[in-house]
């Protein structure tokens, strides 16, 4: 499989795009140990890996744009990952079913959807998702989305995204959703 790597201005480019308030959220793979704070203990990776597995819901989706205040994005999604590393994930701004009423089918939509396998890097707090398909940022396949993981307590998932610098330029929360009762699926 053909890997490439996202430049920050690429990303920056695509971000830009899909997140409706403007924010670019570069991302790099090449960071100095002086730029790198580990967000996570150096446990070993499968223990790392079994953390991540379930599905979460997205909480909030927070850019920090360099020149600015917090910008919430107003994003809901799930991300999903399982033990095989394999995982997923999709997001749009909670205002989209309203103004999708308005708007032709033609109108262009914020958000993101891709499917990938995935890493875990414990000794820098790292977790790549290496893209297998895309639909609404095709330029995405084949390329390595680097996130910077934090677990707070065995419910909550942040993923922060950073450029070049290592500066953190948007962090998406998530929360692990807890199963279904079976009554309730219909």
Not at 45 to 64: D, I, R
Not at 86 to 107: F, I
């Amino acid at each position: 499989m053909k890997r490439n790597r996202v430049s920050g201005s690429m990303v920056s480019l695509v971000l830009s795009v899909a997140l409706v308030g403007g924010c670019a959220a570069a991302e790099s793979t090449e960071q100095t140990p002086a730029e790198t704070e580990p967000s996570a203990t150096a446990e070993p990776t499968e223990t790392v890996q079994s953390q991540f597995v379930g599905n979460w819901e997205l909480v909030s989706f927070k850019s920090f744009p360099e020149d600015g205040e917090a910008v919430d994005n107003g994003y809901i999604g799930r991300i999903l990952y399982d033990e095989h590393g394999n995982m997923s994930a999709v997001g749009m701004p909670r205002s989209l079913p309203a103004r999708a009423a308005e708007e032709s089918d033609a109108t262009p939509r914020a958000g993101f959807a891709y499917f990938s396998t995935y890493e875990v890097f414990p000794e820098d707090g790292r977790v790549v998702h290496s893209v297998i398909g895309s639909p609404m940022t095709p330029s995405w396949v084949g390329t390595e989305l680097v996130r910077y993981y934090e677990f707070e307590g065995n419910d909550i998932l942040k993923l922060s995204l950073r450029d070049e610098e290592g500066r953190t330029t948007g962090t998406l929360t998530w929360s692990r959703l807890q199963a279904a009762a079976t009554d309730q699926i219909q």
